[in-house]
């Protein structure tokens, strides 16, 4: 492995990582703070859209600031990334999540490792995942074939912060962060029953991301 691409290795790990964070450590604070779901639920919203418009901001003249398995896997079908580079972004992009969820136990005294027991799993909720998924890859790809990726440090916060609310799923739309969500027992867990579930469903969402870009966004 060269430099260069260990430090985009190692960006995808460490964004993940902080992502999961954001995403499992707001959800406990949230939870603590409030009996109210609907205010913990905005508040797990708050934070995870601001630290996701940083990370994309320090990471996308990195790595790409993907953090997520289909974001690679689509960037490969884009020819924006190879398929040598996926191989190691996503492993990468998982073992972050799983540290992420880890590091938010350890912040609030809980044990390092504690499966979820959050059932997640409804027609309603695969179809969330389908749907926030294929909106995230439309917005990704459509920015980067129009030369316009510096916007995406808003619009794919815009997008997953609308769809937290707007799909029963509350919008996980990204493997690597599920896999990661497994293993808090809290506010922002998903059972590891669950988890395949809405994995197979983002990677149909992916796919349909990807055919709505051709029809609505072909290269120029």
Known sequence: MTPAISIRVAAEFL?????????????????????????????????????????????LPISGAHFNPVVSLVMVWEKALSLSHAALFIPAQISGGIA?????????????????T????????????????????????????????????WLVPAWIGAAYFF?????????????????SDTFAGISPASAPGFITAQIVGGAIGALLVLVFARRR
């Open 167 to 183: 799909t029963s799923s509350t919008s996980f739309a990204n493997p690597a962060v599920t896999v990661g969500r497994m293993f």
């Open 15 to 59: 964004g993940t990582l902080v992502l999961v964070l954001g995403v499992v450590g707001s959800g406990i604070m949230a939870n603590n703070l409030s009996a109210d779901r609907g205010i913990a639920l905005l508040g797990n919203t708050l934070s995870t859209i601001l630290v996701l418009a940083v990370l994309i901001y320090l990471f």
């Open 118 to 153: 959050t059932d997640r799993v409804s027609a309603g909720t695969l179809m969330g995942e389908v749907i926030a998924t294929a909106g995230l890859i439309m917005v990704i790809v459509v920015a980067v074939r129009r030369n316009q990726a510096a916007l995406l440090v």
């Open 100 to 116: 992420g969820a880890m590091l938010a136990n350890l912040l609030f005294d809980l044990p390092l490792v504690e499966l979820s």
